[in-house]
């Protein structure tokens, strides 16, 4: 029902600003979230950045200060713009948006991901 492509990852030396991108397709109308997870080798899947359907943002401890989340209505893409960027930074970037149907159920959707290295 909602399609995701991330675009924009890439290898990028420390201290360096890489931008990412998501589209959204299909039944966008019904998304209340999106945001970005970032998952290591090896390592947990875990929430960098999210949007709500009206503006709200959050952001990891390790992400506040250097990345933005940011939603364009108009093209529906969310962009998560990174800055300062640390090789703890690593990792494979998915794209989630998510709904809530009967009975306040959340069905999450999920882009292919993209990689993000930080290394020099």
């Known amino acids: 029902q909602v399609q995701l492509v991330e675009s924009g990852g890439g290898l990028v030396q420390p201290g360096g600003s890489l931008g990412l991108s998501c589209a959204a397709s299909?039944?966008?109308?019904?998304?209340?979230?999106m945001g970005w997870y970032r998952q290591a080798p090896g390592k947990q899947r875990e929430l960098v950045a999210s949007?709500?359907?009206?503006?709200?943002?959050a952001y990891a401890d390790s992400a506040k200060g250097r990345f933005t989340i940011s939603r364009d209505g108009a093209k529906n893409t969310v962009t998560l713009q990174m800055n300062s960027l640390k090789p703890e930074d690593t990792g494979v970037y998915y794209c989630?948006?998510?709904?809530?149907?009967?009975?306040?159920?959340?069905?999450?959707?999920w882009g292919q991901g993209t990689q993000v290295t930080i290394s020099s």
């Open positions: 299909g039944s966008i109308s019904g998304i209340w979230g």
């Open positions: 989630n948006a998510y709904v809530y149907v009967l009975r306040g159920a959340r069905i999450d959707y």
């Open positions: 949007i709500s359907s009206i503006g709200v943002t």
